[in-house]
């Protein structure tokens, strides 16, 4: 038994019906060319036959009890339910993308069974276009959703013709990750960090173990973590920005509405070249352009422009979590589209300015104690607290080659977040191959017609096209 | 806004992720002839169209707050999301009923959206056999299994031309509840209160007002229901029966296990015929020759003999629940199903016996107060009272005829019931037509193979048939 850290555990204390705080992913998959109509349920018999052989992460069960102290520890489960974790279920005819996207909005609103290891991987038969899907789900106190996203993609392959590949639950990421010898090269940055990483250098490499300490430091109660960010915000680390209140910061329901969608890396990139930003500022702007559509049609656009955070991976720090974040002003009161991407961009520029200032500790201060989990409403009470932020939007890296699973080539692959007290939406950004996915979690009645912000964020990407023409 | 009686908030007050108190019900209906792919999503489309009107009773929502003071009162939802309450969902192939019970086990796992209406109905397409299946969940605030059972025939018909059928949620049941006018004939008695009525006359009557009494100055709290029972039980009321601690008498996790039958009631008749026994008495002697069954492939029969409470409806009392019950010794020690037979119809006329004795507040105290819910394990802390019985067996009234739906034959009909801590199984007995449907419900870890119990079922049967026919 293992106690948990206090970044990990606050994602089962803060958890409740309403706010279930797991990540999940929607894979899409090409039918391997030949597969009998029995392909799925063969591949679901093999991966719950007992013969896969279940990693001990995979085998952990959050407890607390007299023998913990009353804190969450990890156990290990030794009768593992492999059926109760690995589900075959099916669509509803015509099987289309609209079908798909409303089973995987109710099954990513249920919750996680304490009682057991906290995650599912859910086979989903019957897309057309003879393709099928995966859902999977995992608990934010296992591990933080850039992890989750890159295991799930460990247990893929380039190679389209190998089979009887481990599931993501028979590979211990874990090993991997803690035995790195001194002196090795850490892994590359991801996401929104690699930009980070530009404006902060070498601080940011300190900051995961420094906010580790300081979890496991507030390990006292929800009580002292407020007024420790009390303390931070009225002295000297006031935030950035103010957000405005939007219809997106109210609290949320117990039902989920999910949407995702592809767009070619080529048109991102373009607009990026032509007018000298980065694909960070471009999607982000395209988030800008949708909300601001959004917002409008709401009749709800404040005329303050709305904050987004930007998690990003820290060092490890033998958590699971390891999430700071930037704020970035998302100018959505500006109606003009390049002056708009102008501004997010100087914006991410100014972050810059504003973390290089500053020693390292009060950097992780920053973004881990700051931004998650308390600014993230994790933290009952702490909604009380002055809105930093409307909404975050995450980065996820991906894979860069296609990929493959039993023969069955990786069509797309879509990130799905957890909307919280007051962030009622969620954009999550990740790259796949030439492709870019965008993944839109929200509360079902707080964020209504939800999918359009998938047409919205179409529209701003063509309004950036034409800024773009007009630049070059 | 209406202040919720106490036997109605209960179980929102005593509900947790790991102990949902929803009921559910399962339907089978044939595909009418000449029913084409679409004829489910047409039907879908339909219901959740805009045109079918929400009875008041499906439009109410849990609330409590400042302005209740606290307490769970009933307020109206004025913007019903119809499409989150009726879904569409499809089994993967070959869609056997296997494959049917195991989504609805997990659909009835999932807790009810609190921020909503507290009721959901799921169509269910893809069962082998060209037939469709509808998986229905109400919260027990709103009414207990055997009035949502009833509820659901209403939308049924016996005319298998009849079209355009209003569906549950477009009909109010209360109305035509509570406005009998005085002295008109209650309705005939259902369920085990057929029997039970034979044995306590019109004491019953006057038990629901009574009872509901209780529930009301019991508002205080679950600490004062506790120390309540406890005095009925330490003084002049101890119950019957002292119930052996068994693995069905355990904590029970968030996961459930639901496995149904239909067997011929005829068969049944046979038994009861031969034996000069009634209907109830072999159901219940079915269910013991199954539990012992079952306890002895667990090794886990214990030498002193189950004890089942069984659930009766009372006289209407303005509650949507309305449950009493009496306590019946199975007789699991008895190897021989003769005796077993035996003991059980003596221990039915023993609880006749001993409810003749008391007055009418007596025995609504001993039905409604010590069974339910103090006795099911809702209230915290309850279960560390004495266990009173082992598992809870309903007999739900059903319909005498064959029902339609939409031109679709009812095929079976099956309750889903609500496992509780320390009562991790329950089962479920419900007639419909020529048949006697039996449903299992059970914690998915405290009850491993569930499903074994139907095997188990048919085998008690086989042997009572044996029985009968050495009467004879």
Do not use: C
């Amino acid at each position: 038994m293992a106690t948990m850290s206090f970044r990990d555990a606050m994602f089962l204390l803060a958890e409740s019906r309403e706010r279930p705080t797991h990540v999940g992913s929607l894979m899409l998959f090409d039918r391997p060319e030949g597969a009998g109509p029995d392909y799925l349920a063969d591949l679901h018999r093999q991966l719950v036959s007992g013969d896969v052989e279940i990693a001990p992460l995979f085998r952990r069960r959050a407890m607390r009890g007299v023998s913990t102290l009353g804190q969450w520890a990890w156990t290990t489960d030794d009768d593992v339910d492999i059926e109760y974790h690995v589900r075959l279920s099916a669509l509803p005819r015509p099987g289309r993308i609209r079908e798909l996207l409303e089973l995987v909005s109710r099954l990513h609103g249920s919750l996680l069974d304490r009682h057991r290891p906290l995650w599912e991987f859910h086979l989903i038969e019957g897309v057309e276009g003879d393709r099928f899907a995966v859902y999977s789900k995992i608990h934010h106190a296992m591990m933080d959703g850039v992890r989750a996203m890159k295991h799930l993609e460990k247990a893929l392959s380039t190679d389209p013709d190998r089979r009887d590949m481990a599931p993501f639950w028979a590979v211990d990421p874990r090993p991997g990750r803690t035995s790195r010898p001194v002196g090795e090269k850490a892994p590359a940055p991801t996401g929104w960090l690699g930009s980070t990483r530009e404006y902060v250098g070498g601080a940011l490499r300190t900051a995961g173990t420094f906010a580790e300490g300081v979890g496991q430091s507030l390990n006292v109660g929800p009580a002292l973590v407020s007024s420790a960010y009390r303390g931070l915000v009225e002295h000297e680390l006031a935030l950035p920005f103010e957000a405005p209140p939007t219809m997106l910061n109210v609290p949320i329901t117990g039902a989920r509405r999910f949407a995702a969608q592809s767009w070619p890396l080529k048109r991102i990139q373009r607009v990026r070249e032509r007018t000298g930003t980065t694909v960070n500022d471009v999607m982000l702007a395209m988030s800008a352009g949708a909300l601001r559509r959004y917002l409008e049609a709401h009749e709800g656009l404040p005329d303050k422009p709305l904050v987004a955070a930007l998690p990003v991976a820290l060092e490890d720090s033998g958590s699971g979590n390891a999430l700071g974040a930037i704020l970035v002003n998302l100018a959505t009161n500006e109606p003009d589209p390049a002056e708009r991407l102008k501004k997010i961009r100087q914006s991410g520029l100014a972050a810059k300015e504003n973390l290089q200032g500053r020693d390292p500790m009060t950097i992780a201060a920053l973004s881990a104690v700051v931004a998650a989990p308390i600014g993230m409403g994790l933290v009952p009470g702490a909604s009380a607290i002055n809105q930093g932020f409307n909404l975050i939007i995450s980065n996820v890296p991906g894979p860069k080659d296609p990929l493959y699973w039993e023969g069955a080539k990786l069509d797309g692959i879509y990130p799905i977040s957890v909307p919280l007290d007051g962030q009622a939406l969620n954009i999550t950004v990740m790259s796949y191959a030439d492709s870019m996915e965008i993944g839109v979690t929200g509360d079902r009645r707080a964020v209504p017609h939800l999918q359009h912000l998938l047409g919205y964020l179409e529209d701003a990407l063509v309004e950036l096209e034409a800024v773009a023409d007009a630049d070059a």
